[in-house]
């Protein structure tokens, strides 16, 4: 099960374009299954803002539910300048929604409805305005912070311009008795949120595909994550974390290629687990740490060969991907392309860039 939503598939839609306006949805399906959900709208594009709000509210509805999340009514100006490109995916009683919002939005001055949720805010860029609750005053998550906390009802809220975040609803059941009246906050960047935030994209390209055993264990993977952050420290016996935690890495190790330091050891300490469990987590799919890390750098190296006149020699790219010596990155890069870098190089000439391969 664990593996079931680690897949690397992309997320299988149907693009449909909204009438009136260009507006752009992708969607599984209304109705197609009642414990997911899929839909994305871009309306910054020429004369898509007026009709932006209605288009995503229509995919909230259709797709993800009231009984998730109601949506607030929103101000004129927003209605009006509704700039906003972004996913949404459902996963039963959760919702995962990425945003880029290129106007300022902001829910009108009296909200209403009751709700029973827990409600996870990561800014990545611009801020995140929430107004109060019972419990709390006005809260802003600025860029770089993350904020969750139990709703009981509908607030009011604002976003700025030029806003890049991640909001996630989800059931209160695990997490309000763990939150009580508390918003806790911290660094986007934690251990933690990383794997969240892994398992978010993983859930984003693979939702569609997933079986009704594979949706009920992408919630509880992400529920478990949701706890984690909350208490800020994670379960690393707990197996649903696994693909979340060996995904986590790798996008760790793909921004540090070049990093002489780079190793299990260091990334098993970024993420604030050991490095048993990261081993661990790599094994539950097949691989292996170090095996993963050496085969990005051969790649790498490999489009490196292929740039025009004026590239990197044999030793230069041997230091620059970490290799021991030109002789070292020549032996693995025959082992694992069937050719020395010198011969691959020589196919290349006059020939156009290849297209960067998967590992």
């Not at 990334?267 to 170090?290: M, Y």
Request: positive net charge; glycine residues 10%.
């Amino acid at each position: 099960m664990a593996t079931s939503y680690g897949t690397r598939s992309l997320l299988v839609g149907v693009q449909a374009r909204m009438t009136g306006d260009r507006t752009r949805m992708r969607s599984t399906g209304a109705g197609s299954d009642s414990a997911r959900g899929v839909f994305a709208v871009d309306s910054t594009g020429p004369g898509a803002a007026p009709r932006g709000l209605d288009a995503f509210r229509r995919g909230w509805q259709t797709q993800i539910g009231d009984d998730v999340f109601q949506l607030p009514a929103f101000s004129p100006d927003t209605i009006g300048d509704f700039r906003v490109k972004g996913n949404v995916t459902k996963v039963h009683g959760a919702a995962i929604a990425d945003l880029h919002a290129a106007s300022a939005t902001r829910t009108a001055d009296v909200p209403g409805g009751d709700q029973d949720l827990v409600a996870m805010y990561v800014v990545r860029r611009g801020a995140w305005t929430l107004g109060s609750a019972p419990g709390y005053g006005d809260q802003t998550v600025s860029a770089g912070q993350f904020l969750v906390r139990h709703l009981g009802r509908l607030t009011a809220f604002e976003t700025s311009a030029d806003l890049t975040a991640k909001f996630l609803v989800l059931p209160p059941g695990e997490l309000k008795p763990l939150l009580g009246n508390r918003a806790v906050t911290g660094p986007a960047a934690s251990a933690e949120m990383r794997l969240l935030t892994a398992l978010t994209d993983m859930i984003h390209k693979t939702v569609a595909d997933l079986g009704p055993a594979g949706v009920e264990a992408a919630q509880g993977t992400l529920i478990e994550l949701a706890k984690a952050v909350a208490k800020g420290r994670f379960d690393d016996v707990e197996p649903r974390l696994a693909p979340a935690l060996a995904q986590a890495a790798k996008d760790l190790a793909d921004r540090r290629l070049a990093d002489a330091e780079l190793s299990p050891a260091m990334l098993a300490r970024e993420l604030n687990v050991s490095v048993r469990t990261l081993h661990r987590a790599f094994a539950a799919a097949g691989e292996q740490v170090g095996t993963y890390i050496r085969h990005r750098r051969l790649h790498e190296a490999r489009l490196a060969l292929s740039a025009p006149p004026g590239r990197l020699s044999i030793s230069e790219l041997a230091a620059h991907w970490q290799f021991a010596d030109g002789s070292h990155f020549t032996r693995a890069f025959k082992k694992h392309f069937g050719q020395t870098p010198t011969e691959y190089a020589r196919s290349t000439e006059g020939a156009a860039e290849p297209a960067p391969v998967e590992p």
